[in-house]
């Protein structure tokens, strides 16, 4: 039976470590993201009429929607009413900006209304529209006004009078794919069937082909006098991946006609996780949907086993802010490392979907791993700057700042969203003919409380730092325990037996009880792929992947230096960094190799005995990555380090 993500609202997190990363968001993050809009002079880009002086952007609609929805994610358990102000303000302008026939968006409202739905494929009229239904049901749920339920009714009216398979319609769909996951989440908000229809639609009209072999990409394009071939066409003439690639945006073919992870990261984990949320929804009545569910396990299966970083991010080549060829995984941003912040936070959202359709621990892994590595690590520790792509290393000299604000300002938001929603990453519940069930995915102090089930469940842990968990029940209930990939050869201990399935711990109903899971945070080494061509290694304890950063290293130039091969890593005195205290940095051992070497033999030729290497031990110093760049250094900082051999 599908499990059930746990509203915000009965989730409340008393971890050290995350309460101060989301109270920085809440009181930091937010703010700092509405007044960087509002310096660059977009956020109140919806009041704009036609012939406005200032041209917006296509997207800025969406920025303005993803903070309304990170603010209300916040504001369920934690009233604010400055914040709540400034929303029902943005409410206020989201109402006043809409057509009389359910039309939005800024960009043709200024640019003349008469060109809109002629580009579906470069522009992002259908893309903001679905994080305004996203937006939609937090603040809903937050509120219950209908205030903004309203405007998306009329909205999806509007849709369907202008898109479909019905003579005189478009068969359009979205060049940048989201309006499939709100249309789904107001499905499930509110029941409305229109929802359901329009999602459907625009999921499986994607990537379809007439007898030509033409799509509708190349129709609206021969309709506006573009030319399909000509990179994005004539408004944005010589993009850079080249001409009609669609599978840049997942639409060279029908999904279930997919096997290959291509393209846009971001595009690609939206468009996954809308069929996954499909699948969950209506795989029992509509065969059509159930046949998707083989293809997203071929797509996982490419992903995780072909295309991933280390730290869970995912996107190796700048020039599509994507996917590349299997295994061309770079660490260096002139190299292709992209790792783009929102395609993380996607990644994160399709693993907690996955985990829906099947409670299996290799979703609830990646999620974790990108969730600690791939994403908690663009936002600074004062909440105020960020990275769009997280690479994996930067040479001395070459320190890669995060920034306060971007042209494509997508990521900011998207780490607001996330961390205002977290609690709904940690439990799953269902119930079915043996009662009921709560999963656990990730150990974070919290409580989750459901009032309809006399239910509490609450866990006290130190994690991510310490592995000791303790789990109380007020109330009966079964409980599933994930047991993560970093605890070696199961080495577990857990106060009640359980049976042990696809890596969750499977308890038999407890009531009023307390159980203890023990989960070894050891550091240890993780090895390259062979197929990366990397003779490297990089270092791990419990979730986090660590990195060598030249401020914790004075005196060592950690651009030219290998570690001696099987040392297992030591633990440190807990140092504080930022504004994160407690944190467990580990020692390893290495040596300074000679220049030469590294400047003149090809990567692929790195053996442990290819190396000319200094006598000297170095004891080198490493950190979470998640940390890097909140101190001042000379930048250098690297994940991935050569393997070196002196026996």
């Keep these: ?141 937050l509120t219950g006004s209908g205030r903004l339920l309203e405007v998306v009714r009329k909205s999806m009216q509007h849709l369907d009078s202008i898109f479909g398979r019905d003579e005189g319609k478009k068969r359009g769909y979205p060049g940048h794919q989201e309006i499939e996951i709100g249309l789904l989440r107001i499905f499930e908000a509110t029941g409305d069937d229109l929802a359901l229809k329009l999602a459907k639609y625009f999921i499986f009209e994607r990537g379809t082909q007439d007898a030509d072999g033409h799509t509708y990409f190349d129709h609206e394009a021969f309709a506006r006098g573009a030319d399909p071939y000509d990179g994005l066409g004539s408004e944005v003439k010589g993009w850079f991946h080249g001409p009609r690639d669609y599978a840049y945006n997942q639409a060279a073919r029908p999904f279930c006609e997919q096997t290959e992870v291509q393209g846009h990261s971001v595009r690609a984990m939206y468009y996954y996780t809308a069929v996954t949320e499909l699948v969950r929804l209506e795989a029992a009545s509509d065969p059509k949907v159930a046949k998707c569910k083989q293809n997203l396990q071929l797509l996982w299966r490419d992903l995780v086993d072909r295309k991933i970083y280390v730290t869970g991010a ?70 105020q700057a960020f990275y769009y792509q997280n690479v994996l290393r930067d040479k001395t000299g070459e320190p890669k700042k995060r920034e306060r604000w971007f042209g ?32 656990i ?26 592995g000791s968990i303790t789990i109380k029940v007020e109330g009966s209930t079964r409980l599933a325990l994930r047991i993560p990939d970093w605890v070696e050869n199961q080495d577990y201990l857990c106060s009640i037996k359980g049976e042990l399935k696809d890596g969750y711990l499977y308890i038999p109903a407890v009531a009023n009880a307390e159980v203890h899971l023990s989960l070894p945070t050891r550091p240890y080494r993780l090895y390259a792929h062979p197929e990366t061509g990397k003779n490297q290694v990089c270092i791990r304890r419990g979730p986090l992947v660590y990195c060598l950063e030249a401020v914790d290293n004075d005196g060592i130039d950690i651009d030219h230096i290998a570690l001696v091969d099987d040392e297992t890593p030591q633990e440190a005195a807990p140092m504080s960094i930022a504004t994160m205290d407690n944190v467990v940095p580990l020692h390893v051992t290495g040596r300074e190799l000679a220049r ?46 050569p393997r070196l051999n002196v026996a």
């Excluded at 409410?91 to 809109?116: C, E, W």
């Excluded at 959202?349 to 590595?373: F, G, R, T």
């Excluded at 995915?441 to 310490?466: C, I, N, R």
């Excluded at 030469?596 to 031990?617: C, F, I, T």
């Design 1 to 141: 039976m599908p499990l059930q993500s746990v509203p915000i609202r009965d989730v409340c997190i008393s971890s050290p470590f995350w309460a101060k990363i989301r109270r920085c968001a809440r009181v930091s993050t937010i703010p700092s993201i509405i007044e960087s809009q509002k310096a660059e002079g977009h956020w109140n880009c919806l009041e704009w009429k036609e012939g406005h002086r200032i041209q917006p952007h296509a997207f800025w609609d969406s920025d303005i929607y993803k903070t309304v929805e990170a603010a209300c994610n916040f504001l369920i358990s934690d009233p604010d009413e400055d914040m709540l102000r400034i929303v029902e303000e943005t409410v206020d302008m989201i109402r006043k900006a809409q057509h009389p026939d359910g039309y939005l968006n800024s960009f043709y409202t200024v640019r003349g209304v008469k060109d809109r739905w002629t580009n579906l494929r470069d522009m992002h009229e259908l893309y903001c529209l679905g994080h305004l239904y996203e937006a939609t049901v937090a603040y809903e749920r």
């Design 314 to 383: 995912i996107g190796s080549y700048r020039q599509n802010e994507g996917f590349g060829k299997a295994f061309v995984l770079n660490d260096l941003e002139m190299e292709g490392c992209y790792g783009e912040t929102c395609a993380a936070f996607a990644l994160i959202i399709w693993c907690q979907k996955m985990l829906q359709l099947h409670l299996k621990s290799e979703y609830a892994d990646v999620m974790e791993n990108c969730l600690y590595n791939g994403f908690l690590g663009a936002v600074s520790a004062d909440g």
């Design 408 to 439: 494509v300002a997508c990521c900011p938001p998207n780490v607001a969203r996330l961390l205002g929603s977290l609690g709904t990453l940690v439990f799953s519940t269902c119930n079915d003919s043996c009662g009921s069930l709560v999963a």
């Design 441 to 466: 995915h990730l150990y974070l102090q919290s409580d989750f409380v459901s009032a309809e089930k006399g239910l509490k469940v609450s866990m006290t842990t130190e994690m991510p730092w310490a």
């Design 596 to 641: 030469v070497a590294v400047a003149n033999a090809p990567s692929r030729l790195y053996g442990p005995k290819a190396w000319e290497y200094d006598s000297q031990l170095l004891r080198l110093t490493a950190i979470p990555y998640f940390l890097r760049a909140n101190r001042e250094g000379n930048g250098a900082m690297r994940v991935w380090i």
